[in-house]
């Protein structure tokens, strides 16, 4: 089922930009790259999706390679709030259903 | 706030009992989708639901089963509970079925199976 490859766990410096990479090699033509993240005890909070282009909304930036094999988040200043596990999720539509594998995600800590 | 509510936040059952879990999904969002997440783990799906009719289902047996209604709640129903069911069940609602959408989840309801 994991169609996707990420570190365990990741530091960054509060202030700093944490650039979170994310394979996926055997992505299909039609599939999303999605992130969310998940604060300790609460629902996982979407964060970004992109298909082919590179895209930027108010919380991060999604960076994607042009063969579409690996992609990178981008948290432009990291604050202490942002220490979550981020799950990289390829979207998988399974009759029509929206069916998202997580993984174990990288667990990232923001050090003052 | 995501607006996704779910009930009740902690539950705790025994072994062979039956369990309903609810969730209040956004006003309009049509489909909705229930994860487990076992300790440790990523939330695994269990299925999703589109305009009151199950629209693709995970790697779960049938004793796991779900209802959603039009007044955008929806509830997932688990029979015989197992030990391994000990885990945080999501919701997550979004507007449309398909790949292009956004997950809102609630923050989940603790089942601890005895």
């Known amino acids: 089922d994991a169609k996707t490859t990420q570190p365990p766990s990741m530091d960054c410096a509060e202030g700093r930009a944490a650039n979170l990479p994310c394979n996926h090699s055997?992505?299909?033509?039609?599939?999303?790259v999605y992130w969310y993240r998940q604060i300790h005890s609460q629902g996982p909070q979407y964060i970004i999706h992109?298909?082919?282009n590179n895209e930027t909304n108010e919380m991060a930036s999604l960076i994607i390679t042009e063969d579409r094999k690996s992609s990178t988040l981008i948290l432009p200043h990291a604050t202490l709030r942002d220490t979550a596990v981020y799950y990289c999720?390829?979207?998988?539509?399974?009759?029509?259903?929206?069916?998202?594998?997580f993984g174990t995600g990288t667990r990232l800590t923001v050090i003052p | 706030e995501t607006g996704v509510t779910q009930s009740p936040t902690h539950l705790i059952k025994t072994r062979g009992q039956q369990v309903t879990l609810r969730c209040s999904s956004q006003s309009g969002h049509n489909t909705v989708s229930w994860y487990q997440q076992a300790l440790g783990q990523g939330p695994q799906f269990i299925f999703q639901?589109?305009?009151?009719?199950?629209?693709g289902r995970g790697n779960f047996p049938p004793r796991f089963s779900g209802l959603q209604f039009p007044n955008y709640s929806s509830e997932l129903n688990v029979n015989a509970l197992e030990l391994d069911d000990s885990a945080l069940y999501l919701c997550a609602s979004s507007l449309e079925k398909g790949l292009n959408e956004k997950l809102f989840f609630g923050s989940g309801t603790q089942l601890s199976v005895l």
């Open positions: 639901y589109y305009r009151e009719e199950e629209n």
């Open positions: 055997t992505i299909s033509g039609n599939e999303y």
């Open positions: 992109g298909l082919k």
């Open positions: 999720i390829v979207g998988t539509d399974q009759t029509g259903a929206n069916n998202l594998f």
